[in-house]
């Protein structure tokens, strides 16, 4: 009697702390610790990061750089992450969290001086590239991150080109110019490069028992830099940038869903930007499922429409003037937060609204296959347009439906400081993280 009263407590304490690790998914947290410099509304606290950081499996600091004379990993914000002890602070969440692994993030299109350095790194020789390993485990050792995460600002896809005050004939051999060409005649020899560094790295790095972790930026191609079966085994967690596939800084002249599920099938779009493509493009070459984290921005991107855009608002938009005005908390021409993305949707206080305050008509997306977008068409002086590609709690909650049909590891958010984590919009506090945290579980 009493044994079989102990076999089955064991067995269900079995039941409920097994499985629940097996199946648990990634909720990989970005935080970019400018969130922190930001002002009023846009200010993120240590304590919104406490309340965010029961959601999240990860949360990986942005971000660290490289020295582009040493090439030895290099503290970027001094008086914040060292001064002002930072680095320190943010790791020292994890006595309440204890089961939470932090890592340090290095690149992240936040170090950028000299960005060239990430291919001289590549180029430099194990003897040179040991110093960035000792460099790099040095500072993770010190502030007590869990690990390091790759981050490296490559050389991009080039966009498009497009000429929207050309004609017909223009138009019709447009696909032959409007397509990815070669930069880097190199990448060959830089994804072996990456390859021997990224097993050195590892190498160092298990003889303390921490995590290596890449993430692919977006518009880093992956089949230039990245051979995923030869990388795979030493890294712990993969993170793809599947978002920001087109910007108002990038694509200035138009307009499109800038992180699509899937491929848009209609008119001249490029084939790999979209979040099924870039996963595939990984599964393909058969890497553990497990490994795979999907990017998901919690900003939106935001374009000035013009006069010659047109009224309908159906991507992609052509004749668009690059990135929109910066919103009042974020002042990030080209980027509003989903705060700021609430609050120009149709509600009762901003029916009457005029000029840049005015209502913008909100496209969803019943398929869920593209995402959102919603836009204001420039009034008659042309001034006032405005079309916005973003993710909402739903969208977001589709994109981790994905990863759950897929079995896929899980999803990294981008980033913290960037949801609604004041509950501006409906009260709920973080609501991009925890719309994913529950299609997650
Ligand atoms: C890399 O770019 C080429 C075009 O240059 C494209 O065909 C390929 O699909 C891209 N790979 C990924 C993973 O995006």
Redesign the pocket.
């Known amino acids: 009697m009493r044994f079989t009263t102990i076999y089955l407590s064991l067995a269900l304490a079995m039941l409920l702390s097994q499985p629940f690790e097996a199946t648990a998914s990634n909720l990989v947290c970005f935080y970019d610790s400018r969130g922190f410099e930001r002002e009023g509304l846009a200010q993120f606290t240590l304590a919104d990061m406490e309340l965010a950081m029961q959601f999240c499996t990860h949360v990986i600091y942005g971000y660290a750089g490289l020295d582009a004379k040493t090439l030895e990993l290099q503290v970027l914000n001094q008086p914040l992450d060292l001064q002002k002890r930072h680095f320190a602070s943010v790791t020292a969440l994890k006595q309440k969290f204890p089961y939470i692994k932090v890592l340090l993030s290095v690149g992240g299109d936040r170090d950028l001086e000299n960005e060239e350095k990430y291919i001289k790194l590549l180029e430099a020789g194990r003897q040179n590239q040991n110093r960035f390993i000792e460099s790099a485990l040095e500072t993770v050792r010190r502030f007590d991150f869990d690990g390091l995460d790759l981050a490296f600002q490559l050389p991009r ?1 080039k966009p498009r080109k497009v000429h929207s005050d050309a004609g017909m004939a223009w138009k019709s051999f447009k696909k032959f110019f409007t ?3 070669i930069v880097d005649e190199e990448a060959d020899t830089h994804r072996e490069q990456f390859t021997d560094l990224v097993r050195d790295l590892s190498h160092a790095i298990k003889q303390y028992d921490l995590l290596l972790s890449l993430t692919v930026l977006p518009n880093v ?4 830099y990245y051979d995923a079966p030869s990388i795979i085994n030493f890294l712990d967690i993969v993170n793809l940038g599947t978002f920001d596939f087109l910007t108002p800084t990038r694509n200035p002249e138009e307009a499109d869903y800038t992180a699509p599920l899937y491929e848009v099938l209609t008119q001249n779009r490029l ?2 930007y979209n979040v099924n ?2 996963m595939e ?1 990984w599964l393909l070459q058969r890497v553990p499922l497990n490994k795979l984290n999907i990017g998901i921005a919690s900003y939106g991107r935001a374009w000035k429409l013009t006069k010659d855009s047109g009224v309908e608002g159906t991507p992609v938009v052509s004749a668009t003037d690059g990135p929109a005005p910066a919103g009042v908390q974020t002042k990030t021409p080209g980027l509003l937060n989903w705060a700021e993305i609430c609050q120009l949707l149709p509600n009762p206080g901003n029916a009457n609204a005029k000029g840049n305050a005015a209502p913008v008509r909100r496209v969803g997306d019943p398929t869920k296959r593209y995402g959102n977008y919603a836009f204001r068409a420039a009034d008659e002086n042309g001034d006032y347009g405005l079309w916005i590609s973003y993710e909402d709690p739903d969208t977001a909650a589709s994109k981790a439906q994905y990863v759950r049909a897929k079995n896929l590891g899980g999803v990294a958010l981008f980033d913290l400081t960037l949801d609604d984590f004041r509950g501006q919009c409906t009260g709920d506090r973080f609501p991009m993280l925890r719309a994913i945290k529950y299609r997650l579980l």
Do not use: A, T, V
């Open positions: 896809n397509g990815d060409f191609n992956s089949s230039w084939g790999h493509y870039q493009h």
